[in-house]
């Protein structure tokens, strides 16, 4: 048998025991050096053990703070360029275990933590000075959490979640923890059990089964521990099997792109690890004593059973909306979190200032971390912060975290429960040999019973025979006799028998020969009918087929009819372009203060927008205009029949439209209806450049969205881009379609109207404005197509593909054009996310391309996700083995 690691031996009613560290609260901002971690464990005599549950229960535990550690992440890529000039906002002395925070080139405020980890702080020292103490007394039977808090972007999952297949000194937490958990219990007589979840808008969902998306959290009453028994609980058996695990759990965790981070964590992933230890108390035994067949047990003593529970929290990183850039469904995403972490913030102030209030059930995750802060548990933070003056607010957000955090204080209590059920298996199984013996002395008595039975029946067996014999020779004399007198009498009757014999085999013939006949005569009648049917089958084919060869050359003539229609229409549509333009280049030169007869002095304003004020002779601004006018009267004149008025009226709605606090309005009092009107009427390609300007303008809302797919507004813009020929009218449409491609609930109606064929048609320009916003597009619509699929929501190839985008994608994915290379990049990124997709990438040429950003990419987080997309997907990995390409 396997013993405890501290010499106890293993065994499991339960009896809290206290874990004691020597540690207080601190009053001031530097904070004095934690105690050794080795010695924060105190066991009791094995005596104790063997006490009541009441004493066991009467001990409270021993105070254990929360121990903090800050770790800074190295500036990236994009800091590197922008922050050249300036300084880390942050200055750290290690040996000292403090941390400056600066406020300007001469002042700073100095903060001081049980750990400060540099930007060069290996994964393994991150893990020894923060999580191992923790895991050891996991092992000893406690509650332990180690948590990660900071902003988005800082380095929270690379420190807790990295797997390190490629490079193991990168492994995070989780798979470090694991490593020794593994290598100090025994398998066959320990258990080892994990859950994953995510805390995501407030409702907890499994992540190792995406449609257990409704958990609840459980609270033992007694103890006052935490658990989620809704949660797919999973044995671990070896380091593999686990790391499977984190990256299953990865795959359908929810993240998003913002400004911040590429690949931002939008939940807070909860690891739950449950260890369950056997420790042998004193000797016990189960002994027996054979006198008069009976067996009784004299003395036993149940063996133990100490249970520790490891929980590992990355939280969600906090963001600001404005530095972020969240809209829409991520905008919510970023409420819900912040909510989340302002929660456990206030719960960890009321902690920390010995409130009689904690705030806990403000929150889910307050909730699930009520052992964690304030609890019984073992708990250490680290707190992730970045160097760049620009978030010098959140770096000192999350410092004042850690010092409030470090000011809460646990009462660590051990967990051991008599192991009932190996007592009972132990009885059972001295049951089993009692029951065994019972039986095998039941068995000599049944042999000797059956003996007696056998030797009794060989008798009767025996006086049986005799009378047989005996009954067989009068048998055999009286059955001679018969046969005598049978032969007499078939002597008699031969000749009678054989006549007879031979009419019924006569007779059985023909009734044969009737049948057979019969029966080829259906099959010939069968036969011919099916012949019939063919026949006429046949004929009918041929029929169909002249009248559908008659119908392909009539509609072969129609459509060189058409393609000849279509032909002169258009040299007339661009004879009365030409006309248009000489008619309005003569009109601008000819004088443009002459009044059309039947028109107002409203028209006169809107057609010369420059108002001169009577009094100061200033020009009026488009506002000032929208005042003097009114917004339904400056509407109207989009319909009017002067064609110089309507392209005025649009051009300032157009501006209106600019402002946000105008949008509502104009959409309001039918604005958004008359510029599609003009897309669908005018043919002046002004005016539908700046309607179509307008119309992106409109579509950064996300209702309005909706108002402009209701209103066939993807079909009219598909048709203008079709029938222009101008760049910056491309460019309008294309910047509408592209505002449009972002709306996760307009994807199918959106491809269906042809959306994604006039992005791909516009590419014909080849002006760089228009390709921008058309691979702004397709990556908007790409991300919302992997979020969709992350979600279930979706299934089955990429909508892109299917409408012939991928060619396009590939041809311009290394374009010197930056703004078209990135919105590429990060569209081949979200495609190859899902396996589905990964064949026809493969074919398209698109896997090279993969490789390519995985390595050279100029942005670290492109080229992160492209290296992750490809070593997760079996198919990619597939074939670059088959290349011999090491990617």
């Not at 459980?218 to 099997?241: F, W």
């Not at 792109?257 to 000797?283: C, F, Y």
């Not at 809460?408 to 009932?420: R, S």
């Not at 393609?563 to 009109?587: G, N, Y």
Request: neutral net charge.
């Amino acid at each position: 048998m396997a013993t405890y690691r501290n010499g106890n031996h293993k065994g499991s009613v339960k009896v809290d025991r206290p874990l004691s560290i020597n540690s207080s609260p601190k009053s001031s901002s530097f904070k004095s050096k934690p105690s050794p971690p080795s010695s924060g464990l105190r066991r009791s005599s094995s005596g104790s053990l063997g006490g009541s549950p009441a004493a066991a229960k009467n001990d409270a535990g021993v105070p254990g703070r929360v121990r903090v550690a800050v770790r800074l992440r190295p500036r990236n890529a994009e800091e590197l360029v922008a922050d050249a000039d300036f300084a880390d906002c942050v200055e750290l002395q290690p040996e000292l275990k403090r941390l400056k925070l600066r406020k300007n080139n001469w002042d700073s405020d100095t903060f001081e933590f049980d750990e400060v980890l540099t930007e060069f702080a290996s994964q393994k020292r991150v893990y020894e000075v923060v999580a191992k103490p923790v895991v050891e007394s996991v092992l000893d039977g406690y509650n332990g959490t180690v948590m990660a808090y900071g902003q988005t972007g800082t380095g929270k999952t690379y420190t807790l979640g990295q797997l390190g297949e490629e490079d193991t000194a990168a492994r995070g937490i989780m798979v470090r923890a694991m490593e020794d958990i593994l290598e100090d219990i025994s398998l066959e007589t320990d258990s080892l059990s994990v859950s994953y979840s995510q805390l995501y808008m407030e409702t907890i969902q499994d992540l190792l089964d995406p449609a257990n998306d409704n958990i609840s959290i459980m609270e033992d009453p007694k103890t006052g521990d935490v658990s989620l028994p809704g949660a797919t609980l999973v044995e671990i058996r070896d380091q593999q099997s686990f790391v499977e695990l984190l990256r299953l759990g990865e795959a359908h965790r929810f993240a998003a792109n913002t400004k911040l981070n590429t690949e931002s964590s939008r939940s807070h992933a909860i690891l739950m690890v449950q260890v369950k230890r056997s420790v042998k108390g004193s000797d016990s035994s189960l002994s027996s004593d054979n006198s008069n067949n009976s067996h009784m047990v004299k003395t036993f003593k149940p063996p133990i059973v100490r249970k520790g529970k490891l929980v590992v929290v990355d939280l969600a990183g906090s963001e600001r909306i404005n530095k972020s850039g969240s809209e829409g469904h991520t905008l919510e995403e970023a409420k819900s979190i912040n909510l989340s972490l302002s929660a456990l913030g206030k719960c960890i102030n009321a902690l920390a200032e010995n409130s009689t209030h904690v705030p806990v059930r403000d929150s889910k995750l307050t909730r699930l971390l009520r052992d964690s802060f304030g609890g019984t548990a073992r708990t250490s933070l680290v707190v992730t912060i970045g160097p760049s003056p620009r978030h010098r607010g959140e770096t000192a957000s999350t410092i004042m975290f850690g010092q409030r955090a470090m000011k809460v204080e646990n009462m660590l209590k051990i967990k051991e429960e008599f192991d009932y059920k190996s007592l009972c298996r132990r009885l059972e199984v001295q049951l089993d040999k009692l029951v065994a013996e019972h039986e095998r002395h039941q068995k000599a008595f049944e042999d000797e019973v059956e003996r007696i039975t056998l030797e009794g029946q060989n008798n009767i067996s025996k006086a049986e025979q005799n009378y047989a014999d005996a009954l067989e020779k009068e048998r055999l004399k009286y059955q001679k006799d018969y046969m005598e007198s049978i032969k007499k009498l078939e002597e008699q009757w031969v000749p009678v028998v054989s006549v007879v014999e031979d009419v019924v085999e006569l007779k059985n013939m023909l009734q044969n020969e009737t049948r057979l006949r019969k029966i080829a005569e259906e099959e010939v009648n069968n036969l011919r009918s099916q012949l019939e049917q063919w026949k006429r089958s046949e004929a009918a084919g041929n029929s169909e087929m002249l009248k559908l060869r008659k119908m392909l050359e009539d509609e072969e003539h129609q459509k060189v009819k058409l393609e000849e229609e279509i032909a002169i229409l258009q040299s007339q549509l661009f004879q009365l372009s030409f006309e248009a333009d000489e008619t309005r280049r003569k009109l601008d030169r000819g004088g443009s203060g002459k009044v059309l007869g039947g028109l107002d002095s409203l028209i006169s304003q809107v057609r010369h927008p420059q108002l001169k004020d009577s009094e100061k002779g200033e020009k009026a601004s488009i506002a000032k205009l929208f005042e003097q006018v009114g917004l339904h009267k400056i509407l109207s004149l989009l319909e009017a029949e002067d064609a110089d008025v309507r392209i005025h009226a649009v051009k300032v709605v157009a501006n209106l439209a600019a402002e946000e606090t105008n949008q509502e309005k104009i959409v309001e009092a039918g604005g958004l209806t008359s510029l599609l009107m003009l897309l669908r009427s005018s043919d002046d390609e002004t005016i539908q450049r700046v309607a179509a300007g307008a119309i992106a303008n409109l579509a950064m809302n996300e209702t309005n969205q909706e108002l402009i797919m209701a209103q066939g507004g993807i079909s009219l813009l598909s048709m203008t881009a079709t029938n222009a020929g101008d760049p910056q009218t491309l460019r309008m449409v294309a910047g509408a379609i592209a505002n449009l491609c972002g709306n996760d609930k307009l994807q199918i109606k959106l491809r269906g109207e042809g959306g994604i064929k006039a992005l791909l048609g516009m590419v014909r320009c080849g002006h760089p404005d228009v390709l921008a916003q058309v691979a702004r597009g397709i990556a908007n619509f790409a991300k919302c197509e992997s979020r969709a699929s992350t979600q279930g929501t979706k299934t089955g190839r990429s909508l892109l593909i299917e409408d012939g985008a991928l060619p396009w994608i590939v041809q311009n994915a290394n374009s010197e054009a930056s703004p078209i290379r990135r919105h590429i990049e990060l569209a081949l990124c979200h495609l190859a996310q899902h396996e589905v997709n990964a064949k026809d990438m493969i074919s398209g040429g698109a896997l090279w391309e993969l490789v390519r950003i995985s390595r050279d990419c100029s942005r670290e987080d492109i080229r992160t996700l492209a290296h992750r997309t490809l070593t997760s997907s079996p198919t990619f990995q597939a074939e670059l083995r088959r290349l011999r390409i090491d990617n």
